[in-house]
């Protein structure tokens, strides 16, 4: 059974999610009459709670997904499908340390928090006070974030942290802040950015070739629901498409040895020389 002051999610039988917080006395005003706080506090995560009208509601507990897209907004927040790949890619797990740049609304925040755990540590990133505010109320609201420091601070005058498992850049100019980066993390650790342009992710990977990086990669992650019916299975008509570029890559020391040995067809003779001469020119 839940307990008052704990978040819940009542299912209406048309499909409309209500997350709410429990609290005592305050009834819940849904499609279908009104759910008393009593009734929903007397039932079980996984039952049904009628209205005042008769009408049925589920009530279920919140997950991670949930929590991420109920988040109150005032920026553009990360999908979860994104969310969910760049945690994998980060490696983000218990005892994890990860710097985060540009929080927003916090909805990526959330979930390195949740995935971290008690003996891991996010250190957030945020120069806009009105945001850095409201990461923090929405963790509050989650349950979430005793294990995040924020700063609201300008990430060009470098991170407070050093030897970070991960550091994941949300700006609109990651290739500016990229020695600030290499400096905050340890060697081999990960790094990613989102980014929503082709000339941005251009401009990125040119400063990754210049820095300390490697094993770069460029993605982006394309989501699309079926209908569940067993009798006429088929794609809906609408899906999550393109949200954004993803770039990964790694603290590496680079040296010609090892570029040299890699083996190479003509493709990659012709992109090396671009390379090199690229660095010679600057």
Same mark, same amino acid.
């Given at each position: 059974?839940?307990?008052?002051?704990?978040?819940?999610?009542?299912?209406?039988?048309?499909?409309?999610?209500?997350?709410?917080?429990?609290?005592?006395?305050? *009834?819940?005003?849904?499609?279908?009459?009104?759910? $008393?706080?009593? *009734?929903? #506090?007397?039932?079980?995560? @996984?039952?049904?709670?009628?209205?005042?009208?008769? $009408?049925?509601?589920?009530?279920? /507990?919140?997950?991670?997904? *949930?929590?991420?897209?109920?988040?109150?907004? &005032?920026t553009q927040v990360l999908y979860p499908k994104d969310i969910g790949y760049i945690c994998l890619r980060l490696g983000v797990g218990r005892g994890s340390r990860i710097i985060e740049a540009g929080s927003g609304s916090g909805a990526l925040t959330l979930a390195l928090s949740w995935?971290?755990?008690?003996?891991?540590?996010?250190?957030?990133?945020?120069?806009?006070?009105?945001?850095?505010?409201? +990461?923090? /109320?929405?963790?509050?609201? #989650?349950?979430? @974030?005793?294990?995040?420091? &924020?700063? +609201?601070?300008?990430?060009?005058?470098?991170?407070?942290?050093?030897?970070? *498992?991960?550091?994941?850049?949300?700006?609109?100019?990651?290739?500016?802040?990229?020695?600030?980066?290499?400096?905050?993390?340890?060697? @081999?650790?990960?790094? $990613?950015?989102?980014?929503?342009?082709?000339?941005?992710?251009?401009?990125?990977?040119?400063?990754?070739?210049?820095? !300390?990086?490697? =094993?770069? =990669?460029?993605?982006?992650?394309?989501?699309?629901?079926?209908?569940?019916?067993?009798?006429?299975?088929?794609?809906? !008509? /609408?899906?999550?498409?393109?949200?954004?570029?993803?770039?990964?890559? /790694?603290?590496?020391?680079?040296?010609?040895?090892? =570029? &040299?040995?890699?083996?190479?067809?003509?493709?990659?003779?012709? &992109?090396? #020389?671009?390379?090199?001469?690229r660095l010679a020119d600057e």
């Open positions: 059974m839940p307990a008052y002051g704990e978040l819940v999610i009542l299912l209406s039988p048309k499909g409309r999610k209500y997350l709410r917080r429990l609290e005592p006395g305050v *009834d819940i005003h849904g499609e279908g009459g009104v759910l $008393a706080a009593a *009734d929903i #506090a007397a039932a079980d995560f @996984g039952g049904e709670v009628l209205t005042h009208l008769g $009408a049925p509601f589920r009530l279920l /507990r919140p997950g991670l997904y *949930d929590l991420v897209r109920g988040v109150r907004r &005032q995935f971290s755990g008690e003996n891991g540590r996010v250190y957030s990133y945020e120069s806009r006070e009105e945001f850095y505010k409201l +990461c923090r /109320r929405n963790l509050d609201w #989650a349950g979430l @974030g005793a294990n995040v420091t &924020q700063h +609201c601070r300008d990430i060009a005058e470098g991170f407070l942290e050093t030897g970070a *498992d991960a550091l994941f850049l949300d700006v609109r100019t990651p290739w500016a802040y990229l020695d600030q980066a290499a400096a905050a993390l340890r060697p @081999g650790g990960c790094t $990613a950015f989102l980014l929503p342009t082709t000339g941005q992710v251009e401009e990125l990977l040119l400063g990754l070739e210049r820095g !300390d990086f490697a =094993e770069v =990669e460029v993605e982006e992650l394309l989501l699309r629901r079926w209908k569940p019916l067993p009798d006429r299975l088929r794609p809906d !008509d /609408r899906m999550v498409a393109h949200t954004g570029f993803l770039v990964f890559a /790694r603290k590496q020391r680079k040296s010609e040895a090892f =570029e &040299q040995a890699a083996p190479k067809g003509t493709r990659e003779r012709k &992109q090396d #020389a671009a390379r090199l001469g």
